[in-house]
C-alpha cells in the first residue's frame, strides 16, 4: 500500500500464565485501538476533503495533525525468554492468537538480547514500543534502549527500574508507584483473561488431549463399569 509505514510493538514473555493472561488480553485490546483509531481518522480525513474549498477546514486540519495515519500497520512481535515454568508449547500457542505477527522461541533469547539479532532475521521500523509482559524486567531496558523505542512494563505489584523505563502499567496500586507520575493503575490482566473467549489452542478439547489417562495394559487395572476418569492438574507458581 502506498503511503504505508509500520510501527512496531515487541512484546517481551515468558511462561504459560503469562502468555495466556497477560498477552492474550493485551494483544486484543492493541488491535482493537489501532483499529479504532485508523477507522475514525480515515472518516475525518474524508469528511476534510469534502469540506467546500470556500470554508474554512484549520481546525480539522489542525487535529488531523494529533492523529495516527491510517494506512500505518501495527506490527506485534513476542520474544520469549526461558522459564523454568515453561511448558514448551508457549511459542506454538502464540503463534494461534490471530493478533500476532510473529513470534521467536526462547531457545533464541540470549542471541537477541546481547547482540540484537533475531533468528529470522527480523526487520524494525524506526518507531516503536518494548512491552514487558513476563520475564526479567531488566530484559526490557536492554532490548528498549537497542532498539530506541519507548519501554512499557506492567507489573502486578513490584516495578523495577523505574527510573529507565517510560512508562508502568500495575495491576494494584503501591506506597511506591502511587506518587510517580510514571506509574498508572491499569488493573488486574488475568481479570481481563478471563472475560475474553480463548483461542483454538488453549479451547476445553485441545487441552484435554494432554490429560486422557492412558489405556490400561491388563483387565485386572481396567476401568471398566467404572465412571472415567477425571484429572485435575495443578499448576503451581508462574
Known amino acids: 500500500m502506498a503511503g504505508e509505514s509500520v510501527q512496531d510493538i515487541l512484546i517481551l514473555s515468558n511462561g504459560p500464565g503469562e502468555v495466556s493472561t497477560w498477552v492474550r488480553p493485551v494483544v486484543r485490546s492493541l488491535r482493537q485501538i489501532h483499529h479504532t483509531q485508523a477507522r475514525q481518522t480515515q472518516a475525518q480525513q474524508t469528511q476534510t476533503q469534502q469540506t467546500p474549498k470556500n470554508q474554512s477546514n484549520q481546525s480539522n486540519q489542525s487535529s488531523l495533525k494529533n492523529q495516527s495515519n491510517p494506512n500505518t500497520k501495527l506490527r506485534i512481535s513476542v520474544v ?7 511448558m514448551g508449547t508457549e511459542q506454538r500457542v502464540l503463534e494461534s492468537f490471530p493478533e500476532v505477527d510473529r513470534v521467536q522461541g526462547p531457545e533464541h533469547f540470549w542471541r537477541f538480547l546481547l547482540g540484537g539479532k533475531t533468528a529470522e532475521n527480523w526487520t524494525w521500523s524506526d518507531r516503536g514500543v518494548v512491552l514487558f509482559l513476563g520475564g526479567d524486567q531488566f530484559f526490557s531496558v536492554l532490548i528498549g534502549k537497542r532498539l530506541g523505542y519507548r519501554i512499557l512494563t506492567y507489573a502486578e505489584q513490584e516495578v523495577r527500574w523505574l527510573s529507565w523505563i517510560d512508562g508502568v502499567g500495575t495491576a494494584r496500586s503501591t506506597v511506591t508507584t502511587r506518587s510517580n507520575p510514571k506509574v498508572r493503575l491499569v488493573g488486574d490482566l488475568m481479570v481481563d483473561a478471563a472475560r475474553s473467549p480463548l483461542p483454538d489452542a488453549l479451547t476445553e478439547p485441545q487441552l ?5 489417562s492412558p489405556q490400561p495394559k491388563n483387565n485386572s487395572n481396567s476401568f471398566e463399569g467404572l465412571p472415567k476418569p477425571q484429572w485435575v492438574g ?3 507458581g508462574s
Open 80 to 86: 520469549l525468554s526461558p522459564c523454568a515454568h515453561a
Open 208 to 212: 484435554l488431549q494432554l490429560t486422557e
Open 234 to 236: 495443578l499448576l503451581p
